[in-house]
């Protein structure tokens, strides 16, 4: 089992304890912290207790210079000294975990003060009797009150009521005061999720005030919890080769979580033998058992590029360079070479180039391929997300503001499909606050949304779009918008992808870039041979959902094929990509057929003729004669 020293936090309190008359402690307040035996933070712990039993046993050290009586209180029980059942025998506890030499055990003998306030539903009265406590200097021991939730006593921090007002001039009061017994302060602890849940004027600039942040467990502790608790990677080697897979994987949960997700184990092998751990984790984490990534067809992964080139045309460089990601991805070996490889996204990519050259196809043209499903693609256009707070609609509003009860967009969204691909277009739009957030799950694979539940993005394919480098907008000197063209189809390769480099590393931070690392792609223009596939392909399928939709046969003679190849390589199409040709298709193709169709009040089982003559494409109706002949 691991040796692991005291956490940081507890340290703090253990040398500050006495010397500040306030500790406010926020972060992962809810959990299961370690205690250790005594005059040895050294040793391993000897349990894991939640926090009211670690303050009381961080005070009453056996190397404490004296003994602290302790009162508890929260809003909903009042005043209390006592543990409850949680413990089970808690006079057993209290020798466990209290000094050696004294059989006693601790007092908890509520004094005359506390008795009268047991159960109190008025804050300020409440708040009186804390403060007479703690300034209260005729007492034989010093006393630790310490207040649970502290943020349900009131409103809002900003906008104090009356008489939470007066509460906090009480507690204030009480934090400047409190009476030195045995040379130790009467100490008040305050729990709150996070520091600006109380009055800034409370804290702040107060000396006698310490904050204290309790961090969730990092892998060391975790590590220590699992050798502790998960008895199974005792029972045999092929459990202890999961062991250190398992301490990775759970990257993020609490201590509390892990408790939760051995009784789910257990629960899952009772109904099901094959169960494994990891299964069990995957069903904690993302409420469901299969993991879409293992259930790929490696034969589809071995075909995958040239799946992708037939959807997606004249980007053989990108669409190589994407199959190698996926393949790392669907190995599960992406992010091996980080200390956090297990709980990053399954892969990360940056497609940059000109419009309208595939990228968001391809990455559709992913989902398909993968996961059956280009729903499994979740989109968000990011130019919709350039304004300040942008973020919350993402992963949702904090508590008390609008919107707070609908969640993030992107938070939902994962929540519902955790194996996706996730897709942000012209991600350069996104307001800064956005892309730090977006650094935490690059590297942790996970995010807290506004609601305090964690997101885990460890099981998605993350993909950014961007145009930067293809043009430049400004002002001009009469105050006018302009865009400039900064690269042009007419530039080879080679030159364009370090122009588009250049421009992605001045626009990003370079500890994005670092977590994206070499898998910036950049697309090429669409070239006059793409471009003829490209046509080629539109056609194919327009006049294959004629025949499907309406029944009718279309047939194009090679002419006029190489009529709108000509048309496509127009220096402007070329610009604007596929989504050039598409329109170009859409005016010169789809419309002129659209027209013919009901003006010449086709049939099912007629047949269109489209040839070309004089640069004018000509639409003609074969004749009933016509297919008589033909025997149709």
């Not at 000396?207 to 975790?222: E, F, G, Y």
């Not at 996970?446 to 430049?472: A, K």
């Not at 000509?566 to 027209?595: F, Q, T």
């Not at 047949?607 to 008589?628: G, N, Q, S, Y």
Request: glycine share 6%; charged share 30%.
């Amino acid at each position: 089992m691991q040796r692991q020293t005291m956490p940081k936090w507890q340290r703090e309190i253990s040398s500050f304890k006495g010397i500040k008359s306030t500790f406010i402690l926020e972060g992962n307040i809810n959990d299961f912290y370690p205690v250790y035996p005594e005059g040895d933070e050294n040793a391993l712990p000897m349990a894991f207790v939640d926090l009211n039993m670690t303050l009381f046993k961080l005070f009453n050290e056996s190397h404490a210079s004296c003994e602290y009586e302790f009162m508890f209180c929260d809003p909903a029980t009042g005043i209390y000294n006592r543990f409850g059942d949680a413990y089970g025998n808690i006079e057993e506890m209290l020798k466990k975990y209290g000094k050696p030499d004294k059989d006693e055990g601790f007092s908890f003998a509520m004094d005359k003060v506390f008795r009268k306030a047991c159960k109190l539903d008025d804050i300020e009265r409440l708040s009186s009797t804390i403060r007479n406590a703690l300034v209260d200097s005729d007492r034989e021991k010093p006393v630790t009150v310490v207040m649970n939730f502290v943020s349900r006593y009131i409103s809002s921090p900003t906008t104090l009521e009356p008489e939470e007002n007066k509460m906090f001039l009480n507690l204030l009061f009480a934090s400047l005061n409190a009476a030195k017994i045995n040379e130790q302060f009467n100490t008040l602890v305050m729990i709150v999720e996070k520091f600006n849940d109380l009055p800034a004027w409370f804290f702040y600039n107060n000396p006698n005030v310490r904050t204290i942040s309790i961090p969730d467990p990092d892998k060391a502790m975790r590590t220590v919890f699992i050798d502790k608790e998960y008895t199974e990677f005792q029972q045999s080697s092929d459990m202890m080769k999961l062991h250190d897979k398992f301490v990775d994987v759970t990257d993020g949960l609490k201590h509390r979580e892990l408790k939760e997700l051995r009784s789910l184990y257990h629960r899952l092998l009772l109904r099901k033998p094959e169960t494994g751990l990891l299964d069990a984790v995957s069903i904690y984490k993302y409420g469901i058992i299969e993991n879409m990534w293992h259930s790929i067809d490696r034969e589809k992964i071995t075909n995958l590029e040239e799946l992708l080139k037939k959807r997606v045309m004249g980007q053989d460089v990108a669409i190589s360079r994407t199959v190698n990601v996926v393949k790392r991805a669907v190995s599960g070996l992406s992010g091996l070479q980080h200390s956090s490889g297990q709980n990053k996204p399954r892969g990360v990519l940056f497609f940059a180039g000109p419009t309208g050259t595939g990228k968001t196809e391809l990455t559709k043209a992913l989902a398909e391929v993968l996961f059956g499903d280009e729903n499994n693609c979740i989109r968000f256009d990011m130019s919709e997300f350039s304004e300040a707070h942008a973020d919350q609609k993402l992963f949702g509003a904090p508590p008390g503001y609008v919107g707070y009860e609908a969640g993030g967009q992107l938070t939902n969204a994962i929540k519902e499909k955790p194996f996706s691909i996730l897709l942000f277009d012209e991600i350069e739009k996104a307001h800064p606050s956005i892309m730090d957030k977006f650094l935490q799950i690059l590297e942790d694979g996970r995010m807290t949304d506004g609601q305090g539940n964690t997101v885990y993005f460890s099981e998605t394919l993350i993909i950014f779009t961007s145009n930067l480098g293809i043009t430049r907008q400004y002002v001009d000197s009469s105050g006018r918008e302009r865009r400039e063209q900064l690269v042009f189809p007419n530039e080879t390769y080679e030159e364009i992808q370090p122009k588009v480099i250049s421009a992605i590393k001045n626009h990003f931070k370079p500890e994005v870039l670092n977590r994206i690392g070499n898998n910036v792609i950049v697309y090429d223009f669409i070239r006059p041979e793409s471009a003829k596939a490209i046509v080629r392909g539109q056609v194919d399928k327009i006049n294959t959902r004629i025949a499907k939709q309406n029944k009718i046969e279309v047939q194009i003679s090679d002419d006029t094929l190489e009529y709108y190849y000509k048309l496509s390589n127009k220096s402007d199409v070329l610009e604007m990509g596929g989504r050039g040709i598409g329109n170009l298709m859409e005016e010169k193709y789809i419309n002129p057929l659209a027209d013919f169709i009901f003006e010449s009040t086709c049939q099912e089982g007629d047949i269109i003729k489209i040839d070309i003559a004089d640069e004018k494409v000509k639409f003609t109706k074969v004749d009933e004669a016509v297919k008589l002949i033909k025997g149709e």
